[in-house]
């Protein structure tokens, strides 16, 4: 590999940057330009791997501006062989501080698409030899208009009584069926999103629903019409048979405010959430499969 070049990219080469072709172009992806414009992306956090002039590398980290936590690898593709990509990843780690978060993004059913699966195995196995390790996956789901299935009548829904009645509800919940966005809460805000949704999403609970039956709660949902787009950002149940009219009753929410599509994120192993929006109408959007150090909390 005596004729690889591997640096941090330098201002004013963005254009060095896009000159890869971008691989998954059926991925939703800020550009680059636009997140250095935005101030997510630098020049400084970002690396290239040059080979006889010719980009085959690129690493791209992210913090958005105000951010407590450490940047994270957002964008990293390799059109060389997964060597080349654990050094690129190496020597950015040296100067970074250190091994660091990797959230790779791909396409929905991956694993069943050879086109993807070409493109992903050698920034993925770079990633390991790098030391990083594979923490998880998180598939999002879009609901895009389909018609919600009907009420049975067995549950009630209101908006909660006030915020006490939130805190002491997510309290009772040991595992939320659905989190959106608990990365970028994490990292940027500083928040745990399973267990203290309100100091991200904010005091505003006019959108989130409390599932009753016989007048005893049993479920929770809190969306947001008001982010940068509508989703589900947090549903729990103390009765997993609430589970298919609370997604269709937070759905109801959201389109009656306007939102035309409902963004949702949940667990890849958690088979009966994801079922259930498929019942209620979701289709698989992405994946995100993790990477983090291996002493990592991730």
């Not at 993004?105 to 991956?110: E, G, M, Q, S």
């Not at 309290?171 to 069926?177: K, L, M, S, V």
């Not at 982010?227 to 997993?240: H, M, S, T």
Request: glycine share 10%; charged share 25%; proline share 8%.
């Amino acid at each position: 590999m005596t004729d690889l070049v591997i640096r941090p990219l330098v201002a004013g080469e963005e254009k060095l940057f896009d000159s890869m072709p971008d691989p998954l172009p059926q991925l939703r992806q800020v550009g680059y330009a636009d997140g250095v414009a935005g101030g997510g992306y630098r020049p400084e956090t970002t690396w290239v791997a040059l080979r006889a002039g010719r980009l085959v590398g690129r690493a791209a980290w992210l913090l958005p501006p105000g951010a407590v936590g450490a940047p994270w690898l957002d964008r990293f593709d390799l059109i060389a062989e997964p060597e080349v990509g654990a050094e690129l990843l190496r020597a950015a780690h040296e100067t970074l501080g250190g091994p660091g978060l990797y959230y790779a993004a791909l396409p929905a059913h991956w694993r069943r698409r050879p086109e993807v699966l070409a493109v992903v195995r050698a920034p993925m196995a770079a990633a390991r030899l790098a030391g990083l390790v594979e923490r998880g996956e998180r598939i999002r789901y879009s609901w895009t208009g389909t018609p919600l299935p009907a009420s049975s009548g067995r549950y009630d829904f209101r908006p909660p009584v006030d915020v006490a009645e939130i805190n002491a509800l997510v309290a009772r919940i040991a595992e939320p069926d659905v989190l959106t966005g608990v990365e970028i809460a994490r990292v940027v805000g500083g928040v745990d999103l399973a267990t203290d949704p309100l100091a991200w999403l904010g005091d505003n609970i006019e959108e989130w629903r409390v599932a009753l039956a016989a007048g005893d709660p049993v479920g929770l949902v809190g969306t947001a019409g008001q982010a940068c787009y509508p989703l589900l950002a947090y549903l729990g149940l103390l009765d997993e048979a609430a589970r298919p009219e609370l997604l269709a009753e937070a759905v109801r929410v959201l389109a009656a405010g306007g939102a035309r599509e409902v963004i949702a994120d949940v667990e890849s192993h958690r088979v009966a959430v994801l079922a259930e929006l498929e019942r209620t109408g979701f289709r698989q959007l992405r994946s995100r499969v993790a990477f983090a150090p291996p002493n990592s909390q991730e």
